[in-house]
């Protein structure tokens, strides 16, 4: 049987990425964005991510899904909004969140152990992301979450000034 996997998100620099792995493995893969880069593949599905009404129509209109993969959420009401719409015709949950959302490791780069929170040199971004994070924490007694935190994402199809903004932040890291 096909699995079938929802990315949201899944027409950004991730997603991108995820979705033709995804789609090579078998899966039927359906992508939610605002619809402003059609994909190729996968079948689309356009909403605004913040507008609940529309994410529960989709999801009511969805046969369910294995897996949702968020690659796009940046805050904690955006995130509880794709939940409160899609934890109910999922199996799991997978949530690419950000290493912003650990404390000041002051000297060095943060650690799967290290206390969340988020840090001042993110501002608001690892401070949102910490509270996205700690909601879908509290979920997975009800549903398989599984929270990836990288440190940076870098690769190809990425501008050259989303390149400069992360070497920016990093020089900026290694200095406090």
Request: charged share 20%; proline share 5%.
């Amino acid at each position: 049987m096909t699995k079938r996997g929802l990315v949201i998100g899944g027409s950004g620099f991730v997603g991108g990425h995820l979705v033709p792995a995804l789609l090579h493995d078998q899966f039927h893969v359906s992508v939610l964005n605002r619809g402003n880069k059609v994909t190729v593949g996968p079948e689309q599905l356009t909403a605004d991510r913040t507008d609940g009404d529309q994410l529960f129509q989709i999801a009511q209109q969805v046969p369910g899904f294995d897996v949702v993969i968020d690659t796009s959420s940046y805050n904690l009401q955006s995130t509880k909004t794709a939940w409160d719409a899609f934890s109910g015709v999922t199996q799991r949950w997978i949530h690419l969140s950000s290493a912003a959302v650990y404390k000041e490791t002051p000297g060095r780069c943060p650690a799967e152990g290290d206390p969340i929170g988020g840090a001042a040199i993110w501002a608001d971004y690892g401070f949102e992301k910490a509270a996205a994070d700690a909601f879908l924490t509290d979920q997975a007694e009800q549903l398989p979450v599984t929270i990836f935190r990288p440190l940076i994402c870098m690769g190809q199809a990425m501008t050259t000034t989303g390149n400069r903004s992360y070497g920016r932040a990093a020089y900026r890291a290694g200095r406090s």
